[in-house]
């Protein structure tokens, strides 16, 4: 038996995407968010949580997705790794489940629009429900982001 | 000129260097074959020198000198590092250490040294030292040394002493031998200190009371007393208490007590020197002796002997600059949490409630202050130890240089100048020894005689800017490149192609140097390197201007590192930026009449001269707001050292006390952007970096 971790659920569009509760600070219902120019694309602003000046990106710009109207729904998940706090607009931050590490599997190339090196896996909960677990460190990694930006030049 | 105030800086520093050798040493012990550890090591002597050369203390700085020579040697492979030299460099470092920890007590850091520097020298010639003695000198300094925990006297306790021989007291120095087959040597003891104490006054032993209490000691004990009584008649009294085997009584006179408390221990050797036969007594039977008078007397006393009280530096803690991190954050909440409850008094108007504000708002602008002047230090406790360095310096390069210092009380973050330091040693070095001609070449060059150094400090918007002119020969182009080839640090083809920017550029480059000859000052190829590598570590940057023949400038430009600024808040359309007040000369408003092209680019007319206006809705992609649609626009005159700009900006809001924030670790550097704040009303608005905006 592997060990059991928490996971946080959020959706982008239709897809259920995890991420480990230990990453998360804490979750928020949207925020004034100051615009910051000159950066990459999809980072939105940066907001004031509690004293702390914290970048927030959308991540479905991150993903590549189509962006969407924020609703009553939206929330900021922000998330702490390497040292790095940064803020996840999402669709919807409602659910935490308990997660057995050995029902992640390895993704197929791409799910949901979104490619296989940002996920850590898929995993299957309930009978028809899917859970992306996501690969943080990966998400945010900046080497990719610069390569990315000159590939568009 | 006084010292005190960077002597304790000078003590940290020292410290810090001395630990770094030790270390580096050790580690050099391990595996002698690394040249880098030599390397580190090599610059960490060559700032103790320096350091040691700006405040005066010349042994100090000789020792380091000749360690530093050695060093060099090894560095250079022309010595292969062995046992000997190990031992010798590892004296020098203890005898450095012991200096240091004079000067940390109060006093002069004056020590002996010249048995280690011939040993050093002897190693630079190539000599073994171990092969001869070192002669008398080495060993005298040996063999006191080794005593040298035995019965040193403090000053204080000297000047008792002194003070009782003046006062016609007795001052005895007994040696006490117990028979080896006592039980309770802490009991007989006990009765000899017991039968002192009643007519007269111990005033040091070795071992001390407390651990002869405690039995730590070899059956012997030696101590300073004053007394009225005759010494032979006390001996008498000592030896008739029982298990007491020996006791050795001495009268010292003034200069008897002055040489023992020269040699900083009285070994046995020297009371042995001095117990010729009491000398007779005089018969001087002193006034009704009063021991406790004696410290009374001495404290006005103790000042004449030895150094001046004034000399120990200043009292201070240490504290982890991240506690002061922790505090300024907390701080920053009040600030922003004040600026909140000043707003919504201002909206609900009720009486008691604005007074409160008020009243703190008060109180957290001098806590404020509090809080910043922790972090903030003067340039001028850096600067200071200047111009004596550069007076020296010129002295010794029989050059005549003046040293004009400008802005001294700019105030930079305490982690800067603590680092700065060195650096600037370093670059000062250089000007006057590289850069400032002799007098001879000045007159056929039609320049005055005497050489101009200028050391400015200012500010400038997050920066801080330290520059280091003179009016010396300049840095020729030919020269340097042809040095830099022969060092191998560029190749043909890339000389060629180099700016004079890249070309100045090169004289940081590690290992390159263009004095010819070694000096004491400067040019062994460490310092300018050690300087940029440490600027850069900081944040910084150096710019060297330079016409040939005319002069050159070091600009070293460092991040003010401050946590809260005065700032201008502007609105561009519905967003808010601040603009640090200390780039800012001037606001204004300018027609649209009033704009010009020059060469495509929008300038106006400021004081006489036209000034470029920057748009920053274009630089930042601003949405709402467009000034080229406006019939009047306001403009914010803002600049970097002498050069100016007008940014264009929709509107005022005020001037505000903000708390500078990072963005986060994760987004890049924002070319324009030095942070963000969090204003009264929650929201977060970013500062801009006006110095971006002047090319």
Redesign the interface.
């Known amino acids: 038996m592997g060990e059991e971790i928490k996971v946080i659920v959020f959706k982008l569009g239709s897809e259920e995407y995890g991420i480990e509760v230990d990453k998360v600070q804490t979750i928020e219902r949207m925020l004034?968010i100051?615009?910051?120019?000159?950066?990459y694309a999809f980072?939105r602003?940066?907001?004031?949580l509690r004293?702390?000046?914290?970048?927030v990106i959308d991540l479905r710009g991150r993903f590549g997705l189509e962006e969407t109207e924020y609703t009553d729904q939206t929330r900021i998940i922000i998330v702490a790794v390497n040292?790095?706090?940064?803020g996840f607009i999402v669709d919807s931050a409602n659910d935490v489940i308990d997660l057995h590490k050995d029902k992640i599997e390895t993704p197929p190339e791409v799910v949901g629009g979104i490619k296989a090196k940002y996920l850590d896996g898929v995993a299957k909960i309930g009978d028809d429900r899917l859970l992306i677990m996501l690969n943080l460190s990966e998400v945010?990694n900046?080497n990719e982001i610069?390569q990315l930006e000159s590939l568009e030049e | 000129m006084d010292m005190n105030q960077y002597l304790s800086m000078f003590i940290d520093e020292s410290n810090d260097h001395l630990q770094s050798l030790n270390e580096n040493m050790l580690l050099l012990e391990s595996s002698p074959s690394d040249l880098s550890i030599v390397q580190v090591i090599f610059r960490s002597a060559h700032t103790l020198k320096g350091m040691a050369a700006t405040m005066g203390f010349e042994d100090l700085a000789a020792l380091t000198h000749q360690m530093e020579n050695v060093l060099d040697l090894v560095r250079n492979e022309k010595l292969a590092m062995q046992d000997f030299i190990f031992d010798t460099l590892f004296k020098g470092l203890d005898a450095l250490e012991s200096m240091v920890q004079d000067i940390t007590e109060g006093g002069d850091g004056k020590a002996d040294v010249s048995a280690i520097v011939s040993a050093l020298q002897a190693i630079v010639r190539g000599e073994d030292p171990s092969a001869k003695p070192q002669g008398a000198n080495a060993q005298g300094e040996a063999r006191a040394s080794d005593v040298n925990t035995a019965l040193k006297l403090d000053e204080f306790q000297y000047a008792v002493l002194n003070q009782s021989i003046e006062a016609g007291h007795r001052v005895l120095y007994i040696d006490v031998h117990i028979r080896e087959n006592c039980q309770l040597k802490a009991v007989r003891a006990y009765m000899v200190f017991e039968l002192l104490e009643r007519s007269g006054e111990v005033v040091k032993s070795f071992p001390s009371t407390q651990d002869i209490e405690q039995e730590k000691f070899d059956f012997s004990f030696s101590l300073y007393y004053i007394t009225t009584k005759d010494p032979a008649e006390l001996q008498r009294q000592i030896i008739g208490i029982s298990e007491i085997e020996k006791a050795d009584v001495t009268e010292l006179d003034a200069e008897t007590l002055q040489q023992m408390s020269e040699i900083g221990a009285a070994s046995q050797e020297v009371a042995a020197a001095v117990a010729a036969p009491p000398a007779a007594e005089k018969g001087q039977e002193a006034p009704p002796a009063k021991p406790e008078q004696a410290p009374e007397k001495a404290a006005p006393a103790a000042k004449t002997p030895a150094k001046t009280g004034g000399a120990v530096p200043t009292r201070t803690i240490r504290v982890d600059i991240e506690r002061l991190d922790v505090l300024m954050n907390l701080f920053s909440e009040l600030l922003i949490d004040r600026v909140r409850l000043e707003q919504l008094s201002s909206e609900i108007q009720n009486h008691a409630l604005t007074e409160t504000v008020e009243h703190m708002t008060r109180v957290s602008s001098d806590l404020q202050d509090i809080v910043m002047k922790l972090r903030m230090v003067p340039v001028d406790t850096v600067f200071n130890r200047f111009p004596r360095m550069v007076r020296d310096l010129a002295k010794s390069l029989d050059k005549k240089v003046d040293l004009i210092i400008t802005g001294a009380d700019t105030e930079l973050d305490r982690t800067v100048i603590d680092e700065i330091g060195d650096p600037l040693v370093h670059l000062l070095r250089n000007a006057v020894d590289h850069g400032i001609e002799p007098v001879a070449d000045r007159i056929s060059a039609g320049k005055p005689e005497t050489g101009t150094v200028h050391l400015r400090a200012f500010h400038s918007g997050n920066h801080v800017f330290i520059e280091i002119e003179e009016d010396g020969r300049g840095i020729y182009r030919d020269k340097v490149l042809k040095t830099a080839l022969k060092k191998g640090v560029v190749t043909e083809e890339q000389a060629a192609g180099m700016s004079d920017e890249e070309v100045h550029q090169l004289l940081f480059a590690p290992g390159f140097s263009t004095a010819e000859k070694i000096s004491d000052v400067s040019g062994r190829g460490v310092g300018l390197d050690v300087v940029k590598a440490k600027i850069t570590s900081l944040g910084g940057q150096v710019t060297i201007y330079s016409t040939p023949g005319k002069g050159t400038n070091f600009s070293v430009q460092l991040p003010l590192t401050l946590s809260i600024i005065a700032a201008m808040l502007v609105k561009m359309g519905s967003e808010k930026y601040a603009i640090p007040l200390s780039s800012i000369v001037e606001t204004g408003i300018v027609k649209k009449g009033q704009i010009r092209a020059v060469h495509g680019n929008k300038m106006v007319e400021f004081r006489g001269s036209l000034i470029p206006l920057i748009s920053l809705s274009r630089i930042f992609n601003i949405k709402d707001f467009d000034e080229t649609e406006e019939e009047e626009t306001e403009i914010i005159v803002i600049h970097k050292g002498e050069r100016l700009a007008a940014l264009a900006i929709d509107q005022f809001i005020g001037q505000n006390e903000i708390v500078l924030k990072s963005l986060g670790k994760y987004l890049p550097p924002i070319k324009g952007i030095s942070g963000a704040t969090i204003l009264g009303d929650g929201q977060v608005a970013l500062i801009l970096d006006p110095n971006v905006f002047i090319k």
């Open positions: 004034p100051t615009r910051v120019p000159k950066t980072v602003g940066v907001i004031n004293g702390v000046v914290i970048p040292e790095m706090e940064v945010l900046k610069i």
